[in-house]
C-alpha cells in the first residue's frame, strides 16, 4: 500500500466520478489507521467494544469520514442515516457502507429520535457551525480536522458545550488512528523514556493538484495550513507532553512555491511551549513525486530518559510499510513493528458517547489543540524565503 498516493486518491471525492471515489475510499492506507482496501468496512463492532450507538453522517467533503465512520463501526456503532446533496459523493459512501437510509435534508438528522451522534467531514468552515447546530439537537459531534476554522467558531462551539453537555469530538486522526502513534503514548504513559521534554513533529503532505477541490485552494475555507495540517501535530504535543495549558512561542506560514494559487498556504511552522514541556511543528505540501506515499510523517518524543521516533507511513529506504517506531533508552536501542497495534478510539468514544465520560479524548484538550493552532495562525509571519 505504500505505492498508492493516498491523498491524491482520495482527494477525487466529490470531483470525480463515483468509480473514482470508490476507488480512492479503497485505496486508503492501512498505515494510516484508515479503511482497509482489501476487507471492506468493518462487519460489526471490535471484540473490545462494549457499548453500542447509532449515529449519522452529515458532509462528505473530505474522504476522512470514511475512516472515521469505519472507527465508528469499529467501536460499536451502526450507521442509521447519511445526509449528502452531492450524488457522486452519496454514491461512493454507499458503495462502500450499503443500503443506508438517505436523509432528505438535515433537519431529519438533527431531529431524529434514534440517532446519538453525528460525524462530518463537511468543508472544514462549515464544522463548527454545523456541530454547534448537532448538539443544540441534544446530539453528540464527532468531526473531521480541523473542526474549527476561525476564534470566533471556537467561542460558539464552548459556549454550545457549556449549556448542552454534549461532545464536540475532534478526530486527530494522525495520533487515534496511526497505530505508532498509539503505541508511543502507551510507552510514555510507562516512562519508557523518563519525563517527555520535547515532541517534534514533521508533516510532509503531498499536493496532487488536479485532484483538488476549489476550496482546498482557499485559505477562508480551510483555516490555513496551521490551523489544518497543524491540529495534528497540536494534538500531539499537547498529549505527549501532558500539557494542559501551553501557548505559541511563534509561527509561521505562506505561500513559498505555489503562486497559481495565490490563497493557498504551503507552509508553515509553529514553536508551542505548555505546563509539560516544548513542541516544534512543521508543516508543507513539498513532498515529491519520488516518495512512494502521500508523506514521510515524523514524530520525535525527547525525554529525561531516552527517546523515541516514529516513521508513521514510510521508512525512506529502509523497512517496508509504515508504523515503525523506534526508541532508545539507557539500555540501548530498539525497534518496534506497530501494524499490529489495536486502535482503540473507537471502542473508547462510543463509550464516551454512552456513559458520559472521557476516556477516548479530553474535550478541553480537543479544543485546546484548536485553539493553540488558531492562535498559531493568526499570528502567523510570512516565511522569509528567497
Known amino acids: 500500500m505504500q505505492e498508492v498516493d493516498r491523498r491524491a486518491l482520495l482527494a477525487g471525492l466529490g470531483i470525480g466520478g463515483a468509480a473514482m471515489a470508490m476507488s480512492a475510499a479503497h485505496a486508503q492506507s492501512v498505515t494510516a489507521g484508515n479503511a482497509a482496501p482489501d476487507r471492506g468496512p468493518p462487519r460489526g463492532p471490535d471484540p473490545s467494544a462494549r457499548s453500542r450507538i447509532r449515529f449519522a453522517v452529515i458532509g462528505l467533503d473530505h474522504p476522512h469520514i470514511f475512516a472515521m465512520t469505519d472507527a465508528l463501526i469499529r467501536g460499536g456503532g451502526t450507521l442509521a442515516m447519511v445526509h449528502a446533496p452531492d450524488p457522486k459523493q452519496r454514491a461512493a459512501f454507499l458503495g462502500r457502507y450499503g443500503d443506508v437510509r438517505l436523509a432528505r435534508s438535515e433537519a431529519e438528522v438533527l431531529e431524529a429520535k434514534d440517532v446519538q451522534l453525528v460525524a462530518s467531514a463537511s468543508i472544514p468552515d462549515l464544522r463548527a457551525p454545523l456541530g454547534v447546530r448537532v448538539m443544540r439537537a441534544g446530539k453528540d459531534f464527532l468531526s473531521d480536522k480541523p473542526g474549527i476554522t476561525s476564534l ?54 503531498r499536493m496532487s493538484p488536479a485532484s483538488r477541490p476549489d476550496w482546498f485552494w482557499d485559505t477562508a475555507r480551510y483555516g490555513g495550513i496551521l490551523t489544518d495540517i497543524g491540529s495534528h501535530q497540536a494534538d500531539q504535543f499537547l498529549f505527549y507532553t501532558g500539557s494542559t495549558r501551553a501557548d505559541v512561542v511563534a509561527s509561521q506560514a505562506g505561500n513559498v512555491g505555489t503562486p497559481q494559487h495565490p490563497r493557498f498556504q504551503d507552509f508553515g511552522d509553529m514553536t508551542l511551549t505548555g505546563n509539560g514541556g516544548t513542541g516544534y511543528v512543521r508543516v508543507d505540501w513539498f513532498t515529491p513525486d519520488g516518495l512512494s506515499t502521500w508523506g514521510d510523517g515524523r514524530l520525535f518524543i525527547l525525554g529525561t530518559g531516552g527517546f523515541i521516533e516514529l516513521r508513521k507511513y514510510v521508512d525512506v529506504a529502509g523497512r517496508p510499510g509504515g508504523d515503525h517506531l523506534f526508541i532508545t533508552d539507557a539500555k540501548g536501542s530498539r525497534y518496534e513493528d506497530c501494524s499490529k497495534v489495536a486502535l482503540p478510539f473507537g471502542p473508547q468514544f462510543v463509550s464516551d458517547v454512552v456513559e458520559r465520560t472521557e476516556v477516548a479524548q479530553d474535550q478541553r484538550q480537543a479544543l485546546l489543540a484548536a485553539e493553540l493552532v488558531l492562535e498559531a495562525q493568526a499570528r502567523a509571519k510570512p516565511p522569509m524565503l528567497p
Open 152 to 205: 470566533r467558531q471556537l467561542a460558539d462551539v464552548r459556549r454550545a458545550i457549556a449549556e448542552t453537555r454534549r461532545k464536540f469530538a475532534i478526530l486527530y486522526s494522525e495520533r487515534y488512528e496511526v497505530r505508532a502513534a498509539v503505541r508511543a503514548g502507551e510507552l510514555v504513559k510507562a516512562g519508557a523514556i523518563g519525563k517527555v521534554v520535547q515532541t517534534v513533529n514533521l508533516a510532509p503532505h
